[in-house]
């Protein structure tokens, strides 16, 4: 079985340190050598980013200065309509062949509302999906559509290692970080946060990305 391939999508609105320290956990547990992040060009199920494509793939590449396992892949940028996954995992799975592994990182509250993504159960068709629960975060009950569409699917990261899709695989983690989180701080008036990569906050300063609300 060859490397797995990782792909985490998001709308990095901006990059935190819990974006990155979970990609390199994905590596780690999962035995991928590269993983991809993917901004989303025009989220689905948001508003617009505050930053633009351009701003968030320049904050992307700041935080993973260094980290060799780690990539941007600028597809859905490129593409000047809203980003759906189910797109890009098929042209990724035509790219990459039957036979490389594909793992799509999604924190859990974005597993609460897979039933809302387009084409979700075909998801699973090019790729594994790879579930990351911020502390405290619960697993789909058993009775919603999602949860009852799990039974059967759910892996442990320890049950590697994995075919090439079909799975979905629990990884526990203990990122507390939010880019809401940090949006908000910074719109309050602070300079900086504990949870930006130092080049990511000179950059947001830089480019004045979440000035200050009177
Ligand atoms: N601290 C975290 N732990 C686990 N998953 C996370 C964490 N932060 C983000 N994610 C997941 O990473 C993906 C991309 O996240 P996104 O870019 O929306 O960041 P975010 O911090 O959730 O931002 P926002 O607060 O603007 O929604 C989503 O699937 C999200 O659930
Ligand atoms: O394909 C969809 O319908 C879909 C709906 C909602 C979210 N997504 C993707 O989920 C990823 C995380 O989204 P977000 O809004 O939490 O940053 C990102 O890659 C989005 O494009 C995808």
Request: charged share 20%.
């Amino acid at each position: 079985m060859t490397s797995g391939l990782g792909i985490f999508g998001g709308t990095f609105d901006p990059i935190h340190t819990g974006h990155v320290g979970l990609a390199l956990q994905v590596c780690r547990q999962l035995n991928v050598t590269q993983l991809r992040l993917m901004p989303t060009r025009l989220p689905p199920h948001r508003g617009n980013p505050t930053a633009s494509g351009e701003q968030r793939a320049a904050m992307v590449q700041l935080a993973i200065a260094g980290c060799p396992n780690l990539s941007l892949d600028s597809r859905e940028l490129a593409r000047n309509r809203t980003s759906y996954t189910i797109d890009s995992l098929r042209e990724i799975r035509l790219e990459e062949g039957e036979q490389t592994p594909l793992f799509f990182v999604l924190g859990m509250d974005s597993l609460n509302a897979l039933d809302s993504w387009r084409d979700w159960q075909k998801l699973t068709d090019y790729a594994h999906l790879v579930v990351v629960a911020r502390p405290g975060q619960a697993w789909p009950i058993p009775s919603s559509v999602v949860g009852e569409w799990l039974v059967g699917r759910v892996r442990e990261a320890e049950a590697m290692p994995f075919g090439c899709c079909g799975q979905v695989i629990r990884l526990d983690a203990d990122f507390p970080q939010s880019a809401t989180a940090i949006r908000a701080a910074l719109r309050a008036g602070a300079t900086s946060h504990d949870w930006l990569a130092p080049s990511v906050s000179a950059y947001i300063q830089t480019h004045q990305l979440y000035p200050r609300e009177p």
